[in-house]
């Protein structure tokens, strides 16, 4: 959804591994650098999120876009899942960047 003050929109995770772990990293900038044998782009963390999936390995967040956000700031955010069956037992989603209107 649009990042504009008061609008609906939803972060969905899926292909994950079921019921597992996950963080959320969110950040005001992107300096991705190695992380868990994968790559980290939500760097430096302005916040962290721990969470977890569903049984399909999915997760879905709905939110609403809050006041008070300037014009032109970009969010990015990016989920670490625990997987036993990835290189280092995490698997990274790919990171996407938000720009508020």
């Known amino acids: 959804g649009s990042l504009q003050l008061g609008t609906a929109g939803s972060l969905?995770?899926?292909?994950?591994?079921p019921?597992?772990?996950?963080m959320l990293f969110v950040s005001l900038d992107s300096?991705?650098?190695p992380f868990m044998g994968?790559?980290?782009a939500t760097l430096p963390i302005l916040s962290q999120f721990l969470m977890a999936t569903d049984g399909t390995g999915a997760l879905d967040i709905g939110f609403t876009w809050p006041a008070g956000v300037p014009?032109?700031?970009e969010l990015f955010v990016q989920?670490?899942?625990?997987?036993?069956?990835?290189?280092?037992?995490?698997?990274l989603s790919n990171a996407l960047r938000g720009d508020v209107p």
Request: hydrophobic content about 45%.
């Open 71 to 73: 014009s032109g700031t």
């Open 38 to 40: 994968g790559t980290l």
């Open 12 to 17: 969905d995770l899926s292909g994950g591994f």
């Open 79 to 91: 989920f670490a899942i625990a997987d036993p069956f990835a290189v280092a037992g995490v698997s």
């Open 31 to 33: 300096q991705p650098q």
């Open 19 to 22: 019921l597992a772990t996950c």
